[in-house]
């Protein structure tokens, strides 16, 4: 079935760098959009970053536009977050989601991943 | 940015009852771009309507969603013990960004 399962998470210091990965399966990833979203401990769900298709645009939330890059390989795929200068409001769980239609991304998220979980402590 | 406000904060109800979840966004939202999330504790979120009042696949039909404009509202005609749960409304109307409401809390009365 349909899947997108979330790594790289951990905890790491205030001002360093984490590298998160969504591996797709069972749907032509290429098609598709993708989003990150993330929940803080006991909060709702805050919208990240969403990449198109094809990788060619990509916007971001304010809080992490500057420091947070997302990108994809559609070769292997398989999304990416790349989160520098983390601050501790970064601390959350992170996850990737599909939108409900192909060849678009702002749309509602049809496709969760189970999540991973970002610490960002001293 | 569309802000999203949704009430009450936490419903308490009881199984069988029926619960009216509200979502009330600062501007209206066209072409419908209106969905609701399921929420259980420890796990990711599970869409349930999208374009206000269309189910998603497998989603139960005592689920429903109706509204236009600024408001919205989520519907469970009776509410099963799987049903208590967080609920997200998200527009995907004008953006970015997407944005969620706060969330509300449906517990066992």
């Known amino acids: 079935q349909v899947q997108l399962v979330e790594s790289g998470g951990g905890v790491v210091q205030p001002g360093r760098s984490l590298r998160l990965s969504c591996a797709a399966s069972?749907?032509?990833?290429?098609?598709?959009?993708m989003h990150w979203v993330r929940q803080a401990p006991g909060k709702g769900l805050e919208w990240v970053a969403v990449?198109?298709?094809?990788?060619?645009?990509?916007y971001y939330a304010d809080s992490v536009k500057g420091r947070f890059t997302i990108s994809r390989d559609n070769s292997k795929n398989t999304l990416y977050l790349q989160m520098n200068s983390l601050r501790a409001e970064d601390t959350a769980v992170y996850y990737c989601?599909?939108?409900?239609?192909?060849?678009?991304?702002?749309?509602?998220?049809?496709?969760w991943g189970k999540g991973t979980t970002v610490t960002v402590s001293s | 940015e569309i802000v999203l406000t949704q009430s009450p904060g936490t419903l308490s109800l009881s199984p069988g009852e029926r619960a009216t979840l509200s979502c009330r966004a600062s501007?209206?939202?066209?072409?419908?771009?209106l969905a609701w999330h399921q929420q259980k504790p420890g796990q990711a979120p599970r869409l349930l309507i999208f374009?206000?009042?269309s189910r998603a696949t497998g989603i139960p039909d005592r689920f429903s969603g109706s509204g236009s404009g600024t408001d919205f509202t989520l519907t469970i005609s009776r509410l099963e013990p799987e049903d208590f749960a967080v609920y997200y409304c998200?527009?995907?109307?004008?953006?970015?960004?997407?944005?969620f409401g706060q969330g509300t809390r449906l517990e066992i009365k």
């Open positions: 998200q527009q995907y109307d004008t953006s970015p960004p997407i944005t």
């Open positions: 501007q209206s939202v066209s072409n419908n771009y």
């Open positions: 374009g206000v009042s």
């Open positions: 069972a749907f032509t990833f290429s098609n598709y959009g």
């Open positions: 990449i198109s298709y094809g990788g060619d645009n990509e």
């Open positions: 989601a599909r939108p409900g239609v192909p060849f678009g991304y702002y749309y509602y998220m049809d496709v």
